[in-house]
């Protein structure tokens, strides 16, 4: 099993930063498929990036392709999502999750374990 906690969220203005850190408590921590997904207030759980087992390989959402980017340091047992260009559509609380069934997943279903979450707010 495999705890993760995010870290990073925050107040931002549109056009602004921000870098979101998921640090996993197991040293597998490479052998898992790590993945990124938002929630904001009303919706469902969406898919935002993910990496499959091999690190070159990466995975976004469209509406998210060219300003965020997603990375990983198996060394430190994090991954990262850099948020570039924000605005107010982003605003979500934003979840890093993992799995070892799936090579990668764009669904939650495919993801075993979760962080409790990180809030994203951009002002407009």
């Known amino acids: 099993q495999v705890q993760l906690v995010e870290s990073g969220g925050g107040l931002v203005q549109a056009g602004g930063s921000l870098r979101l850190s998921c640090a996993a408590t197991r040293r597998s921590f490479g052998s898992y498929a790590m993945g990124w997904f938002r929630q904001a207030p009303g919706k469902e759980r969406e898919f935002v990036a993910a990496?499959?087992?091999?690190?070159?390989?990466?995975y976004y959402a469209d509406s998210v392709k060219g300003r965020f980017t997603i990375s990983r340091d198996n060394a430190k047992n994090t991954v990262y999502l850099q948020m570039n260009s924000l605005k107010h559509e982003h605003t979500a609380v934003y979840y890093c999750a993992a799995t070892m069934r799936y090579y990668s997943g764009s669904y939650p279903s495919q993801y075993d374990y979760w962080g409790q979450g990180a809030q994203v707010t951009v002002s407009s």
């Open positions: 990496f499959g087992w091999s690190p070159g390989n990466t």
